[in-house]
Structure formats: C-alpha cells, structure tokens
C-alpha cells in the first residue's frame, strides 16, 4: 500500500520539479529576448 | 492576485488531504478480502477521476479553439490537457501496483486497462505533437483533432467496465449505481477528490501562466526578427 502511495506521490513531486524548472527557463529567456528588443545592437 | 489564489487553493488542499489521509489509516477497517491494500483505491479513483475529466474538457476547450480560433482556449487546453496526465500516469501506477497484490500480476491486457494505456499514449502524443509544430494555429488545429479523438477513446475507457466483462473491477461507486462499499468507507474518495481537483488547478493556473510567458516570448523574438 505504501509503494502505491509512494509512486503516486512521486510522480506529482516529479512534475512539480519540471513544472518549476519550466518556469525558471521561461522567465530567463523572457528576460533575454526582452533584452534583445529593447537593446537590438547588443 | 493569482499568488494568492494558488496559496490559498494550496493551504486548502494541504490541510483537507491531511485530515482525509488520517482518517484513511487511522479511521477505517482494512478491508475483509484484500486488507490493508484497498487504501490505494483512495487515490487510484480520484486520480483517474481527475484524468478523464481533464480530457474531455480539454477536449470542449479544443473545439472552443477549433470555432473561435482564440489561442487562449489552446493554452488552456494543453494545460488541463498536461495535468491530467499527470493524473492518468498516476492512476496507471497505483492501478498495476494494486493489481500485483491482488492479482498477482503487474498488468492485464483487458478493456478498461489496455484502453486506459491507449489514452496514455495519445495524450503523450498529444504533448509532443504540441513541441514538434512551431507555427502557433497550426498547432492548435492538429493537437485540437488529437484531443478529440482521445477524449472519445478516454469515453470508451470510462465506459468499458459497463460495456464488456473486465477482469478489472466493475463500478464500486455509488454515483455509477456500484454500492461495493460502505458509505463510510466512500466519503474519502470524494474527500481526496477535492483535494486532489485543488491541486490540479493550482497546476492548471501555473502552467497558464506559463503559456503566456511562451507567447510573449514568441511575439518578442518575432519583433526581434522584424528589426
């Protein structure tokens, strides 16, 4: 019963990992490409 | 004023599935002919719940794009579309990890769980459809055709435990007419269900959010091209 459990979890922690790791590279590359438009010599 | 939705919706759902998962193993008999394993079925159920409803509303929010051709309805439903199948995955896992206990075999190539698994891969496909096509419309307009055609198979699943005889079990729930468990022993079903529903959109809003990060960086970077 515990591995259920266990497995359920896991795999909701997994995506909330990737889910947030998402997020960090979308944020960065926002900042980038803000970057480039508003310095387009750069 | 998202924030603190998503941390409200968040403490919520904490402080309900804790007061449920203490009633699940400290309130409830095992049960008499599989013992203390039937507990999974309290997340096993809510879970798969979760998927098939989050497939077919994805499912309406594709055909809302199809008719519209708002990408807004896109977004959503490749986020509900992602989560739940987060929760199918889920389902998948507790389902074959019960099924060794009980029927002494990690998987069974019946209706409910061959169907199921088919849903699986579609809507697996359904995600990597969406990386694969850069072109925002056409996109929305294959992934809106996948998304039908797997809701109608996650229909097919839903209904197969009714429709064929299934080595998995028949409807245990009172709302399809089971009444294979005590009332008692139903009310957490429902009780990890919210919680669990919670949960998804939460997940639902975050990934929203990052869809509009994705446009936004799309419209930049096409303004960066046009300098």
């Given at each position: 019963m515990l591995l259920g459990l266990g497995a359920a979890w896991l795999i909701m922690f997994i995506y909330v990992i990737l889910i947030t790791l998402r997020e960090r590279k979308l944020r960065k590359e926002l900042d980038r490409v803000r970057r480039m438009v508003e310095h387009p010599q750069k | 004023m998202r924030e603190k939705i998503i941390i409200g919706l968040a403490i919520f759902a904490a402080g309900l599935l804790a007061w449920n998962m203490n009633t699940i193993f400290t309130g409830l008999p095992d049960e008499l002919?599989?013992?203390?394993?039937?507990?999974i079925i309290y997340f096993h159920v809510p879970a798969n719940i979760l998927g098939m409803l989050g497939f077919g509303l994805g499912m309406f929010l594709s055909i809302g794009y199809l008719v519209t051709k708002d990408l807004r309805y896109d977004a959503l439903a490749a986020s509900v579309t992602e989560v739940a199948l987060v929760y199918a995955s889920i389902g998948l896992a507790t389902g074959s990890i019960w099924a060794r206990i009980?029927?002494?075999?990690?998987?069974?190539?019946d209706v409910r769980l061959t169907s199921w698994l088919v849903c699986w891969l579609i809507f697996g496909g359904y995600l990597m459809l969406r990386r694969a096509v850069d072109e925002p419309n056409q996109r929305a307009r294959f992934a809106a055709v996948v998304s039908v055609l797997g809701s109608v198979n996650a229909y097919i699943s839903y209904k197969s435990i009714e429709w064929w005889n299934t080595q998995h079990p028949q409807p245990v729930l009172s709302i399809r007419n089971?009444?294979?468990?005590?009332a008692g022993m139903e009310a957490p079903i429902w009780w990890n269900l919210l919680a669990l529903a919670c949960f998804s959109t939460i997940l639902v809003m975050v990934r929203m959010r990052q869809e509009s990060f994705a446009r936004e960086i799309d419209t930049l970077r096409r303004m960066a091209h046009a300098q």
């Open positions: - | 002919n599989q013992g203390a394993i039937y507990r009980i029927w002494g075999v990690w998987w069974a190539w089971g009444g294979g468990m005590a």
